[in-house]
């Protein structure tokens, strides 16, 4: 069971943390304007840890910060406070081999996680401690709904589910037939696809992603081993193909709040694809790298269609969509940029490394 190490506990050695911000980097001025401005913000207990999932709640007060632990006592899971920069939660590692995913819920006070690949757990903020727990098979991927407490879980199958019951309201398994290890041959991706492809050992691992779609009455799903994107309606349960030209496997997919775009970061393909759901047709392609992998984290800003894309070489770049232009393009990370979000109603960008940095980058 996963140690939860929480001030204060006077029957626990406490280890706390305090993250103290460091000085503001001189302004980096852009082509249109735009003034960028960047903060460190460090978990003071190993730099070197990997940073492999994150997430902020609805109101930008907490942010969830998942490491890939080591030991026993590196700290897993750590909450942070937004406006203090304080470490004020942490679950070591102990029984946890990763924690893949998270997701804040949007209507309850929550945070669920995955954990070992084999169930999320649901943890209350109030309370501090795990509430209950939903078990699934390799569904490392958690989206919430913004309306309701819905959850879906993506990976190996995509599941829905009602997290404050943890009853399951549908599942899609289309991946049955490539429940195998190792690498697999160019004749199950189809000879059209990069051949490349077929020597990547996590090509199975996890193959899947979704989102919630159409004010969460239907869920948006791609990597199911053929090239389309789904849409099942949760009212009236019906499956059905939306675009033609999606990916094959699939890491993330995000979607723009006013719900004009969405962004789909391959694995194979390699690539960054973006549509405009009205016309059903890939937008910015110029900027998008549709045909290269460097791209390795992305989110849409809350009120406008800019996209914020994070690099495998460290770099942060900001895309307006509809202009198609690149606003900002910068090396912030000295390594991969592993997750990134925006904060405070997109005033600012939130990036995490593979070497275990978290950089806060004003936009003003």
Not at 38 to 49: A, E, G, R, T, V
Not at 74 to 85: M, Q, V, Y
Not at 324 to 351: A, M, P, W, Y
Request: proline share 4%.
């Amino acid at each position: 069971m996963a140690c939860i190490v929480d001030p204060p506990l006077p029957s626990c050695v406490l280890r706390l943390h305090f993250i103290y911000p460091l000085l503001i980097t001189a302004h980096q001025q852009i082509q249109i304007g735009i003034t960028m401005k960047s903060d460190k913000i460090k978990i003071n207990i190993n730099h070197s840890l990997p940073i492999i999932a994150m997430d902020a709640n609805a109101g930008s007060t907490l942010l969830a910060v998942s490491q890939q632990g080591a030991t026993e006592k590196d700290p897993i899971l750590t909450l942070i406070d937004l406006k203090t920069r304080k470490e004020i939660h942490i679950i070591e590692h102990y029984d946890l081999n990763s924690i893949p995913s998270l997701a804040f819920s949007h209507t309850q006070d929550l945070l669920l996680y995955s954990k070992n690949d084999e169930q999320v757990e649901i943890f209350d903020l109030k309370k501090r401690s795990i509430t209950d727990s939903i078990v699934t098979s390799r569904n490392r991927k958690i989206r919430c709904a913004k309306s309701s407490g819905k959850v879906v879980l993506s990976g190996t199958a995509t599941e829905v589910w009602d997290a404050g019951n943890t009853t399951l309201l549908w599942r899609e398994d289309k991946y049955k037939a490539f429940q195998q290890h190792g690498p697999v041959s160019t004749k199950d991706i189809k000879a059209s696809w990069d051949p490349a492809a077929a020597s990547r050992q996590a090509f199975i691992s996890q193959p899947a992603a979704a989102c919630f779609f159409d004010h969460d009455k239907k869920i948006l799903y791609a990597g199911v081993n053929e090239p389309k994107i789904f849409v099942y309606d949760l009212q009236d349960k019906s499956l059905a193909p939306l675009l033609h030209d999606g990916p094959f496997q699939c890491n993330d997919l995000k979607l723009s709040r006013d719900e004009k775009y969405l962004c789909s970061l391959n694995q194979v393909p390699a690539g960054l694809f973006v549509w405009n759901l009205a016309t059903k047709e890939r937008a910015a392609r110029q900027h998008a790298n549709e045909k290269e992998a460097p791209s390795s984290a992305i989110d849409f800003h809350p009120t406008k269609n800019i996209l914020a894309i994070g690099s495998a070489t460290g770099y942060l770049t900001l895309l307006d969509i509809e202009q198609e232009k690149v606003l900002f393009s910068e090396c912030i990370h000295d390594t991969k940029i592993s997750q990134l979000l925006f904060v405070n109603e997109g005033r600012h960008v939130i990036t995490a490394s593979m070497s275990g940095e978290l950089l806060l980058t004003e936009i003003s």
